[in-house]
């Protein structure tokens, strides 16, 4: 009895939209296919997608997004399709006016299901090919390029026509040869045309294209396709070569920060100082109170939280060094693992400081604008913080070396490294140097806390996951010359990040690990050993 | 004089220390098992399980002074050879479980199961044998022990690099086992055992005789410490500690002395860990992080080093502190405690609680000693290096 009464209904309506269509029929292509919204058939509204998106009207876009949305309505009683703006406004669909009276009382949104979905995702690419700044014209050239939708090629053609950026234009042709050799109408010469321009973009995803041309393609298309693939993939190692290296100098900066502090110490003092990542964790939360204060009292300063953190961080660790040297390492002297075992428990005990100042949660820090974001060089990205980090490190490098070759700390530093007591009868004050040099190896570490926190996470923890790393710096490196923590971090960064593609990152880890072991074998005391009498001892 | 060599190399605290642990390891079980709840000498389960835990540590501590202590050699490492000996001992309870697994299957652990694994490792193979388990318990640490001391020996890797080295070690090894491709339960480890030897793991009786045998190794563990250091060989580890340089002008190989007492240690601490992996019910790759292994080091420093008993004592103290600290009102605080007790004992009580006795017992004796002649040799040994 229902089934006849719907049966019923349908026939009525039907006779109603037949009615009416001549109106609509009349009125153009794009209130031709608007109208086939009313049906809420899906075979229907894919005809009418690319029915809009075909038109022309200025009105299309605007209609698809709103039914990608859900915003589509449609009132079968009066064959008319409307939908709401972002204010919740009822605009009809044909006119592009608000509605004011008379809004129809079976208003429903118009259904899609997945394929419909990839229908649309098409369709809007086609339609923004064409406006908009060049960045969402670019965004819409590779949407199509990945959906390789056959309808989007009349508008890539008049895009292409249109175009004048010439970036965009690159891209727009780049999509239109991805449509091209997947359409089943084009020519073999199209195709390898095609196959031609993709090959010019030389990235993952070409490759990706190329590797799955249409099974149904000729012999012809398929031995361009595997070409033009076998002649990109030497150069996308190359670039992907590149990247790890930029990966392992980027790794490798952030260790060579990280140690050279360490390296101080150890080189001058002979002091291994476990507590070397505290003070790194020191100054990534010097920085996260900077940024606090700054967004509090004055906002307009944040591009310059990290340039006033630098100083304050190496105050915050330098002064806390200069303390522990004076209160706990001087009374150890001679006692090289006893001085191990104390600066284990001050991390234990800053560690915990921490904790319960500032809770066991990672803390937010910022980037100011300058730090963030990324471009691209040929197939890489570089980030613009790991950028500034290789920078940093090579600024602090410098003047450490400057500071240790120039100065007169530095040459006392030196002397007391080279020979403790022969420098001590020369009339260096031995005590002293060592406690400006472990302030400055902790002044240095609270530095590096400052770069540490614009890529990593600010806990507690933060210098736990640096000390090893750092020991294995100093161990490889030797002890006593700068070059050889410089050298030592990169080697074992950039060897980090060539490892891991092939075993994976722990297993990469482990290899690096054992690596180090087998060296120093070979070099108990580092590459870079100091030579002398005074350092056999 | 006693005829027994061993016996002869005690000193009368070495003695008595024996005396009191196999006292211990009779009288506690007794008074767990066979004085009723009720009574006033009962001890309960609780007790026993908690005070088996710190006897493994202490036996790990005793292994640790033998090296430190009496060799010079600093291991930030020595946990990782506690866990492999855990490791060898959970792999035969986990193969025990048997059918009682979620999985029910006969042959291969829950976890190997879970992950697909078609069939068992062969490096699992004939862990089901309790003697073959024992076998790899002392094996597999001295093996590492072994191999990893002759490279390192070999080259003179000493002092600090030596132990930031041995701690790059069981960092290696925490991230090897973290893996789940490792074949040893990753993250989780090995847990859930059923039964040892056919006794049940959780049961009063079986808690009461890992005391008992804990106890006893323990004993036998400083036995041979103590016979080791009394004898040639142990002063010629001393004059290494002390001196390695003219040891090695005056003709002894060095480094063979230096890996002999390393891998001899190594075992030690493997018997450690399988003894103590039935009782806590779980071994996984936490043990091996470095920090487990820095705080071995600060039990040895705490009781004294290079004294064994203060070693054995220090463990049993500290830890029994940490479970204090810990479960109660100050647990936020214990790090501060910890870390407070890693830079005490280094710079106020060098020679750790045993050691400064000794100390100013020795002390004593020589005023005492009213007579010009030069003071009691019995000095406490100078810190490493």
Known sequence: MLGLCSRWLTLVFALGIYAALPIVAFAGPYEDALSRFVTNDFGDTTEAINGVAASGNPLAAVVIDALQDGRLLFSAESNKVFFRDSADQLIDAVTGQPVTAGTPTDLAPVEINNRLRRVIEAALGALTLMVGEPDKRLEAAERVFQSRDANALPALDQAIAKETDGRVKQALKEARAAVVLNLDEASDADKIEAIGVIRSRGNQDAVALLANVPANSSAAVKKAATDAVASMQGGLALWGALQNAWYGLSLGSVLALAAIGLAITFGVMGVINMAHGEMVMLGAYTTFVVQELIRAKNPALFGYSLAIAIPLAFMVSGVVGILVERCIIRFLYGRPLDSLLATWGLSLILQQAVRTGFGANNREVGAPSWMSGAFEVGQMTITYNRLWIIVFTLIVFVTLLGLLRLTRLGLEMRAVTQNRSMAAAMGIRTGRIDALTFGLGSGIAGIAGVALSQIDNVSPNLGQSYIIDSFMVVVFGGVGNLWGTLVGAFTLGIANKFLEPFAGAVLGKITILVLIILFIQKRPRGLFALKGRAVEA | MTPFPLIRAMDRGGLAFVVLLATIAVVVPVLNLAVPPTSPFSVSTYFVSLF??????????????????????????????????????????????GTRGVYADPIRPDFMVFLNWPELPVYWYGFQHFPYALLMVVLAPGMLAFVFGWFAFRSRVTGVYLSIITQTLTFALLLGFFRNNFGFGGNNGLTDFKDILGFNVQAQGTRAALFAISTLALMTGFIICRAIVASKFGKVLIAIRDAESRTRFLGYRVESYKLCVFTLSACMAGIAGALYVPQVGIINPSEFSPANSIEAVIWVAVGGRGTLIGAALGAVLVNYAKTYFTSGVLAPYWLFMLGGLFIAVTVLLPRGIVGSVNHWMAERRARKATIGSSPAAVAAPRAAE
């Open chain 2, 52 to 97: 088996g835990k710190y006897i493994c540590y202490a036996l790990l501590a005793l292994a640790l002074d033998l090296i430190w202590g009496y060799c010079g050699i600093l291991s930030l490492g020595h946990g990782a050879f506690f866990a492999l000996g855990g490791y060898a001992m959970g792999m035969y309870l986990m193969r025990q479980i």
